[in-house]
């Protein structure tokens, strides 16, 4: 079975940094690009970017070019995301997904997401 | 920067069509995919490149382009599509969501 499972809910306060992780399984991990996405409370999807385990070829939104930093360890199938400093607006939801075989595409297996609460 | 438009909101009635538009510059250029999220669950994908339907997902399921636009056509509408509804496709700067469709089944 496909699966990409994250790490556990985060509380920081503003100015920690933060690395949440998402595990892929059951497929070859090195050859399907997987992605981030955040949601932030009732509010709807942002794509954030996406890297190729492969390569490490990443790629990102302009809107979180320089915000965050997308990494990837292929020797145990785990992508990354990552903050160094939080501001309380990083507050949300964020998920991973596979995100399409050897170039972007659809995102056809999602993590079940990642809440972080950013809160002084 | 790249935008997809969608409708905030559709309404319908048990049994009856509806359709989600998400427009679009690049649509004519590239692939569109199609989201479901329920409440407090990951989105899952009911469309990709633009028509194909994902094995498990219904047949009442179903997407087409044209244009600029591209629409998502739930045929017999179920209590269980109520969702909220995100396209996603890309332009040459990077993909993007659209807003989101809230569908209400009354």
């Known amino acids: 079975e496909v699966q990409m499972v994250q790490s556990g809910a985060e509380v920081k306060k503003p100015g920690e940094s933060l690395k949440i992780s998402c595990k892929g399984s059951?497929?070859?991990?090195?050859?399907?690009?997987i992605g981030w996405v955040r949601q932030m409370p009732g509010k709807g999807l942002e794509w954030m970017g996406i890297i190729y385990p492969g390569d490490s070829d990443t790629r990102y939104s302009p809107s979180f070019q320089g915000q965050v930093t997308i990494s990837v360890d292929k020797s145990i199938t785990t992508a990354y995301l990552q903050w160094s400093s939080l501001k309380a607006s990083d507050t949300a939801m964020y998920y991973c997904?596979?995100?399409?075989?050897?170039?972007?595409?659809?995102?056809?297996?999602w993590g079940q997401g990642t809440t972080v609460t950013v809160s002084s | 920067s790249y935008e997809l438009t969608q409708p905030p909101s559709v309404s319908v009635s048990p049994g009856q069509t509806a359709r989600i538009t998400c427009s679009g510059d690049?649509?004519?250029?590239?692939?569109a995919y199609w989201y479901q999220q329920k409440p407090g669950q990951a989105p899952v994908v009911v469309i990709y490149?633009?028509?194909e339907r994902p094995s498990g997902i219904p047949e009442r399921f179903s997407g087409s382009s044209s244009g600029t636009t591209v629409t998502l056509t739930i045929s017999g509408v179920q209590a269980e599509d109520e969702a909220d509804y995100y396209c996603?496709?890309?332009?040459?700067?990077?993909?993007?969501f659209g807003g989101g469709t809230k569908l209400t089944v009354l």
């Open positions: 997904a596979r995100a399409g075989y050897n170039s972007p595409g659809v995102m056809d297996v």
């Open positions: 490149k633009d028509s």
């Open positions: 059951g497929y070859s991990f090195i050859r399907y690009w």
């Open positions: 690049a649509l004519p250029n590239q692939y």
């Open positions: 996603q496709s890309a332009d040459s700067s990077g993909t993007v």
